[in-house]
């Protein structure tokens, strides 16, 4: 029997307990790297074992580059009641189905969601699709056009493990590296939230949240190299059916640039024209070239601007 | 084996088979790095291989998860298929196990301890306390992730309840109580998994 009085015996033990943990040394840290590869790789088994999919690999062309690879996990369970595609692939109109895991190779995609949402996904990226309007970004970069219109329905939740990003419109993209998060908003407003706090970034902010460490802003031009992959994946627009000023409107959102009339009557005579054929596989800039050769109008790009006139 | 856990254990797996992604990622978060630490003590800290091991087991779990029937521990289980890996990732990287049977695994702790109050200089003493050592991280590595961290937080970092509170983020209150908890289950664990009644004092 142990005659000490208890509180001896609590110092002792906590000492005895204190030497054992010391012996082991400081629990080990786990590089970030290393716990992103587990989780996309698990993630990826999971989502496969919860939801039966196959697996399908097919060449897409990307909108400029040339043929590239691709894997998407198909969601094919066996419920009788088929679910409905949240998006469609714009290269090939297939469908994307929640529970699907997007891993680009050494080429991007670009889909369009429900409700006209360009969802595009940089090469060398893995992303989940949690639901209609909520995706887990595992790895990579992707970029979202919520549209030129601010609606209750249009809103996107991009997770990662360091954060969520929420958008209040329009156009914004997500990269997650490392464990390191960044927003970065061209238009609109974005509410970004990790564990602690939630950030709202705006037009030309980038915030990065790094695990452990301050929350960076910066600014970045909305205009510029920066989005040029994005610029690269945009669905395409269809001449047919449209005026002129809808597609020079188009070219200024996909190139961050601003649009400029000479005065109100090149504006409205914009408006009244209308322009036919097809500018796939063209950049923006290069159809705004292609487009108003076959017109009256003339245009000079002179920095961010470009000038109708 | 607490009944909270067990019941705890068997409800986080039944969601995670059945596709909740919030429940695939608490069970990730929870797991993977403990996973993770109980394995480099097996691969005598080669993080790539420990990381090939800790894959493989968690993409098999998460493909049986619905096979778990709360018998055991999820982690205990975790660990089982854990140890199996380890085998089989040994056998096709050509590598010799660290130990056939680890020291952990057979009755001869004391003798280790005892051998260890001799002189420090003796190469079988350092192996002692370096087998300790890694007994102490397994046990760790068994406690759930916030008990540890409180350890951790307070033995090896030096940290008041204060300040563990902030860190963990939580009343002082309740890091008081995760402390208390984190002591106890520490050495019920270290007791109960090697059956080992050191020449220390453990109430």
């Not at chain 1, 030309?204 to 690269?232: D, Y």
């Not at chain 2, 992604?21 to 480099?40: C, G, H, I, N, S």
């Not at chain 2, 291989?49 to 968690?58: D, G, I, N, P, S």
């Amino acid at each position: 029997m142990n005659d000490k009085p208890q509180s001896k015996i609590d110092d002792e033990s906590d000492s005895t307990l204190s030497a054992l943990l010391n012996l082991a040394g400081p629990t080990a840290e786990i590089p970030d790297q290393l716990e992103q590869r587990v989780y996309a790789s698990v993630r990826s088994e999971w989502t496969q074992s919860t939801s039966r999919p196959r697996v399908m690999r097919w060449a897409v062309p990307a909108a400029l580059a040339a043929t590239v690879l691709i894997a998407i996990s198909m969601n094919t369970s066996n419920v009788d009641v088929p679910s409905l595609p949240v998006g469609t692939v714009v290269a090939n109109g297939n469908g994307v189905f929640v529970g699907d895991v997007i891993d680009t190779g050494s080429g991007g995609i670009s889909l369009v969601l429900d409700g006209d949402i360009s969802l595009r996904v940089d090469s060398n990226t893995i992303l989940a699709v949690d639901s209609a309007r909520s995706f887990t970004l595992m790895a990579g970069q992707i970029y979202v056009d919520t549209g030129d219109r601010i609606y209750a329905d249009r809103h996107i939740t991009i997770v990662t493990q360091s954060g969520k990003a929420t958008d209040i419109g329009t156009q914004f993209s997500v990269r997650y590296e490392n464990a390191d998060m960044s927003v970065a908003v061209r238009e609109g407003q974005v509410d970004l939230s990790d564990n602690r706090q939630t950030y709202s970034a705006v037009r030309g902010e980038k915030v990065t949240i790094r695990p452990g460490q301050e929350v960076q802003i910066e600014s970045v031009p909305i205009a510029g190299p920066e989005w040029e992959w994005a610029i690269a994946l945009a669905p395409g627009f269809e001449l047919d059916g449209h005026s002129l000023l809808d597609f020079l409107k188009w070219v200024s959102r996909e190139t961050g640039m601003e649009l400029v009339f000479d005065s109100d009557e090149v504006r409205a005579a914009a408006r009244r024209s209308r322009s036919y054929g097809s500018i796939e596989g063209l950049t923006p800039l290069e159809a705004v070239e292609a487009v108003l050769a076959t017109t009256q109008f003339d245009y000079s790009i002179d920095g961010d601007t470009i000038h109708i006139r | 084996m607490s009944t909270f856990q067990l019941r705890t254990d068997r409800k986080l797996a039944k969601s995670v088979a059945a596709g909740d992604v919030q429940a695939f990622d608490a069970f990730f978060k929870e797991y993977f790095p403990r996973l993770f630490r109980f394995t480099m003590t097996r691969t005598d800290g080669d993080a790539d291989l420990a990381e090939e091991v800790v894959q493989r087991t968690m993409c098999i779990v998460v493909r049986k998860m619905g096979s778990y029937r709360g018998e055991a521990l999820l982690f205990t289980w975790l660990c089982q298929i854990c140890r199996n890996e380890l085998v089989t990732v040994f056998r096709e990287r050509g590598v010799v196990g660290r130990n056939s049977v680890p020291f952990e695994d057979i009755p001869e702790i004391r003798a280790a301890l005892e051998s260890m109050t001799g002189d420090p200089d003796n190469p079988e003493n350092e192996r002692a306390s370096n087998e300790l050592a890694r007994f102490v991280r397994v046990t760790l590595a068994h406690l759930p992730l916030r008990y540890a961290t409180a350890l951790d937080l307070k033995y090896i970092r030096g940290c008041s309840v204060a300040e563990i509170a902030d860190e963990m983020n939580m009343s002082t209150k309740a890091a008081e109580s995760v402390l208390s908890r984190a002591r106890a289950a520490f050495k019920e664990g270290f007791r109960s998994l090697w059956d080992f009644e050191p020449d220390f004092v453990l109430d």
